[in-house]
Structures are given as C-alpha cells and as structure tokens.
C-alpha cells in the first residue's frame, strides 16, 4: 500500500494566464512566488508553493502529493506498474519546476494526473499574502471521479486514503487526522473540481463574502457549514470555471481514534453540503450531476 503524507500542490493549465495571476493574488489572496516559464508559482503557507498556474490547456490539471522517502516513490512505481498503471518517472526539468527532489506521476481510474513526490522545498520565509484573506495554508482538492464505488476502492486499496464520511457516492478521505484532503465527486469527466484553503476563522470566510460580492465574483455555495466536517465555508468560482473554496473550523479525527471510527452516510441531498440551508450552484454537489 502506497502511504501518503500529504497533498502538496495543484497545477492548472490556463489560456489567460494574466487574468489568473489577478484572481489568484487579488480574490484567493496568495502571495506569487516567482513566474517562470510561462508558468506563476503561488504560496499559501511555508511550502515552495502550493498552486501553480501555467499557459496551457484549462482541462490540464495536476495534484501533487508528498510520500515519505525515495524507497517509498520507488515501491509506488512498481506498485502502480503492477495494477496496470502507465506510470512516468519524473525529469531534470519536471523537478524544478516542481521544486521537488524526484517524482512520478500517472493517471488514476478516472483520468485524474496525480503526482507522487518526494522532499519537496520548503521556505525559510514566512507566507506573505497579497491581501489578508486569513489563509492558514492549502488544505484539500474535490476530485471528479466518473465511477465513485470504483475510485474510491482504489485511494483506500492502493493509496491508503480512509474514507471520513459519505455524502451518497461522494466519498471525503483522509491521508491523515484531517477529515478529508480528497474529495471525490461523481461526474462525467475528470479533472479537479475544487481547491480548498484553510482560513483562521468565520470572521475570515464573512470579509470574503463581502470582498467577492463586492468585485463581482461570483459565489456558488456558502456561506454554510458542512455536517460532515463541521466546517464553516464559502465556494467561488475562478477563471476558466475552477471552484475556490476558504473554509474554517474542520473535524480532525485523532490516530487513536482510527479503529473505532466508521464512516457516516448522508443523503446526496442539499442539506448533507449545508446545515445551514445554503443552496449550491455547484453540479457536482446536486444529486444529479449532469
């Protein structure tokens, strides 16, 4: 079994890498790190970076996530190659721009690009944002999946994910004590569905409320709490249709706690994405997605 430690980055193709530069730094609040090659490196915490926009197709996207060691990449490879998996050692020049010592990526059951690295850089300098939105750092991805039963049996079977709680096919795992770092959403392509950042606290997601409505971008769920993860958050939408979420106050699950919990189902129906009442306009989050 593959054990990952954590989600380490998104990349994400763009055809106006200008106008997401802006909303990048300008909405979301992240602070950009360097702009290289036609790609902008964005920062949310003490990570080299945590999103990378480059010029390119906006269906393009990539997840990184971070194993152990190089004996750890290396049996994930065979592992992978073992199940079938078309998997793609990573390049001189694939881990610069990634700022990571070695990598390997592959395309899971759905067509998702996910990267496994490993000793990604970290920053001696702390995050400083563009504007003080209260980000604490990255935190998850929503994942489409076009077979939900089946790519959930393999994050739990081949990479060690654990599902927290259900929300009719749509399963929310952890890879740690955090209620979830993927969620996976049935749909009918593949792709990231939406990127999740960690705010200080409700104060944070209210002043985002007001800043978004106020620049005229558009909001697609929230403000709300989850009643899976207990969170408080708020969904807007980003260039070429990629949803940003801030959210604050999720439900940790404590390593000995793990071989008690057993994972709740909820209805896939609005009241499981919001206590509250909040209505999504997000279609992987109605109970018919197409």
């Given amino acids: 079994m ?6 380490r980055y998104v990349r994400l193709g763009t055809r106006d890498l200008d106008a997401a530069d802006r909303f990048a730094r300008e909405v979301v609040g992240l602070e950009l790190a360097r702009v ?34 190089a004996d750890a990449l290396q049996a994930a490879a065979a592992a992978l190659s073992d199940r079938g998996f078309a998997v793609q050692a990573g390049s001189a020049h ?19 690009r996910i990267d496994l690295v490993v000793r990604p850089q970290h920053r001696g300098r702390r ?15 929503g994942l489409c999946s076009t077979d939900a039963p089946r790519d959930e049996a393999f994050w739990c079977g081949l990479l060690g994910a654990r599902v927290s709680d ?37 104060d ?10 106020e620049k005229g971008v558009k909001i697609v769920f ?6 899976t993860s207990g969170a408080v958050f708020l969904y807007f ?35 499981s994405f919001c206590m509250w009442g909040s209505l999504p306009d997000i279609p992987e989050f109605r109970k018919d997605p197409s």
């Fill in 166 to 202: 259900r929300i009719g096919d749509a399963a929310l795992l952890r890879i740690d004590p955090v209620h979830h770092k993927v969620a996976l959403f049935p749909t009918t392509r593949a792709g990231i569905q939406h990127v999740n950042h960690q705010v200080a606290g409700i």
């Fill in 36 to 69: 290289e090659a036609g790609a902008h490196y964005y920062r949310s915490d003490d990570r080299d970076h945590t999103l990378v926009y480059f010029e390119g197709d906006p269906a393009d996207h990539t997840a990184g996530f971070e194993l152990r060691d």
């Fill in 127 to 141: 995050h400083f944002p563009s504007r003080d939105a209260g980000i604490t750092g990255f935190s998850h991805i």
């Fill in 237 to 271: 939408e980003g260039p070429e249709g990629m949803v940003y979420e801030y959210s604050t106050g999720v439900r940790t699950i404590a390593p000995e706690d793990e071989a008690g919990y057993r994972p709740r189902q909820f209805p896939a129906v609005p009241s």
């Fill in 204 to 213: 944070d997601v209210m002043r985002a409320w007001y800043l978004l409505r």
């Fill in 2 to 7: 593959i054990d990952l430690l954590d989600i």
């Fill in 222 to 227: 929230g403000p709300g709490r989850h009643p």
């Fill in 94 to 112: 694939g881990c610069e721009q990634r700022q990571v010592r070695d990598y390997i990526s592959f395309r899971d059951l759905t067509g998702n």
